[in-house]
């Protein structure tokens, strides 16, 4: 698991477009290696303090008030996300399980591309494994799950796939099980 920072969401001035979810897959290229890339799933997004003293606090503003306002304010918060990693790739072949080297302080995270979802999502056991094992939400399944449809042109094949995959590792879990598939079925 890493967590990453995002002190400034744009310097210029104009809100982010970023599109960053739980349950998007994200990668961290290595500084001391640009071939190794690990990849990783957004479980939590959180809006924090740079420091102890000062907790963030809603003051009754709107965000363009408070900039105009207190633009201080933006300066004194940070973005923190959580991310479990579960593959890397490594001299062009992915390996769909935890990175073998670690990742620095460094590193910078970015969004994995459409291609590098559609790879790792044709055999979702490591993150099936991964949520299990640190007991994530199952809507962060079902996000990733919804997307891989989606960049698939909407692949009825690939949803009974991933429908038998899941009953097969959430048996003793049938609640967890309905979740994932009530929100499924939601959103397809």
Same mark, same amino acid.
């Given at each position: 698991?890493?967590?990453?920072?995002?002190?400034?969401? $744009?310097?210029? =001035?104009?809100?982010?477009?970023? @599109?960053? *979810?739980?349950?998007?897959?994200?990668?961290?290229?290595? $500084?001391? !290696?640009?071939?190794?890339?690990? %990849? =990783?799933?957004?479980? #939590?997004?959180?809006?924090?303090?740079?420091?102890?003293?000062?907790?963030?606090?809603?003051?009754?503003? @709107?965000?363009?008030?408070?900039?105009?306002?207190?633009?201080?304010? %933006?300066?004194?918060?940070?973005?923190?996300?959580?991310? &479990?990693? %579960?593959?890397?790739?490594?001299?062009? #072949?992915?390996?769909? &399980?935890?990175?073998?080297?670690?990742?620095?302080?460094?590193?910078?995270?970015?969004?994995?591309?459409?291609?590098?979802?559609?790879?790792? @999502?044709? !055999?979702?056991?490591?993150?099936?494994?991964?949520? #299990?094992?640190?007991?994530? #939400?199952?809507?962060?399944? $079902?996000?990733?799950?919804?997307?891989?449809?989606?960049?698939?042109?909407?692949? &009825?094949?690939?949803?009974?796939?991933?429908?038998?995959?899941?009953?097969?590792?959430?048996?003793?879990?049938?609640? %967890?099980?309905?979740?994932?598939?009530?929100?499924? *079925?939601?959103? @397809?």
């Amino acid at each position: 698991m890493l967590i990453a920072q995002c002190y400034k969401e $744009s310097l210029s =001035g104009k809100p982010s477009k970023s @599109t960053v *979810s739980q349950g998007s897959i994200v990668k961290v290229i290595s $500084s001391y !290696d640009d071939s190794y890339v690990a %990849f =990783g799933l957004i479980a #939590k997004i959180n809006n924090s303090s740079l420091d102890n003293i000062h907790r963030p606090s809603a003051l009754g503003m @709107t965000s363009k008030e408070l900039e105009h306002l207190q633009p201080q304010v %933006f300066d004194l918060l940070r973005k923190e996300v959580e991310i &479990y990693l %579960f593959a890397y790739k490594e001299e062009g #072949k992915v390996y769909n &399980y935890p990175p073998s080297k670690p990742m620095m302080i460094h590193d910078f995270v970015s969004k994995a591309t459409n291609d590098e979802v559609l790879q790792l @999502t044709e !055999d979702i056991s490591s993150l099936i494994n991964l949520v #299990k094992r640190n007991q994530l #939400k199952p809507d962060i399944l $079902s996000n990733l799950i919804n997307l891989a449809y989606i960049l698939r042109r909407n692949d &009825y094949n690939y949803l009974v796939k991933m429908g038998q995959e899941l009953s097969l590792a959430f048996a003793d879990e049938f609640d %967890f099980l309905i979740q994932i598939l009530k929100r499924l *079925s939601k959103s @397809t």
